[in-house]
C-alpha cells in the first residue's frame, strides 16, 4: 500500500470514494489463465474496507463491550481482465447506513488500463460477540462516517450504476 496520489483519470474513476489504497498486481495474484484470479479482488476490497474503517474509528468499537464489525455479505462485478504488471486503486464509501448495519461500495481502477476493473458491495454489520447478535451501530461511528463522506448516510441515494466496457 502506498500513499501516492492516482493519476487525473483515475482519480476521476474514483470521485466520490473517500478512501482509496493503491496496490501492486502481485505475479502470484494471477491464475492458470494468465488474469488476476476473482479471489484476490475481495483481498482488495478487504484491503480498502480495513483502510476506511480506520479512517472512520470503525475498528475501534468499545472492545470492553465485545463490539466489533462482522462482514455478512459480499459480491463482486468483474468488469475487465488485470494482468501482471499492474498497479490497482481500491475505493471504499458507505452507500448506506442502517440501524445496525452500513453497505459499503468498493471500485478497482486498473493503472495500465485507466479503466473500471471491479466493482463490488459488501455488508458490515457491528455485532456483540458475547451476546452472538447484531447491535445499533454507535451514534459515534455514525458521526464519524458522516464526517468522512460529507453527508447524512441513511437516506442517501443509491450509487449510479457504472456502465461495463
Not at 71 to 77: D, E, Q, R, T
Request: a neutral charge.
Amino acid at each position: 500500500m502506498t500513499t501516492e496520489s492516482p493519476s487525473p483519470a483515475t482519480r476521476a474513476l474514483l470521485e466520490g470514494f473517500p478512501v482509496s489504497v493503491r496496490l501492486p498486481v502481485q505475479w502470484g495474484d494471477q491464475d492458470a489463465f494468465g488474469h488476476v484470479n476473482n479471489t484476490v479482488y475481495l483481498r482488495w476490497f478487504e484491503t480498502a474496507r480495513i483502510a476506511y474503517s480506520d479512517r472512520a474509528g470503525l475498528l475501534q468499537i468499545d472492545q470492553s463491550q465485545r463490539l466489533a464489525p462482522i462482514l455478512a455479505a459480499v459480491s463482486c462485478n468483474y468488469r475487465r481482465q488485470i494482468r501482471f504488471p499492474d498497479t490497482v486503486w481500491i475505493g471504499a464509501r458507505v452507500s448506506r447506513l442502517g440501524r445496525t448495519s452500513l453497505t459499503m461500495q468498493h471500485r478497482v481502477v486498473s493503472e495500465r488500463q485507466e479503466q473500471i476493473a471491479a466493482e463490488g458491495d459488501c455488508v458490515v454489520v457491528t455485532f456483540d460477540y458475547q451476546l452472538q447478535k447484531p447491535v445499533p451501530v454507535p451514534e459515534e461511528l455514525r458521526l464519524a462516517l458522516r464526517r468522512l463522506e460529507g453527508q447524512a448516510l441513511e437516506n442517501r441515494p443509491p450509487a449510479p450504476e457504472t456502465p461495463s466496457a
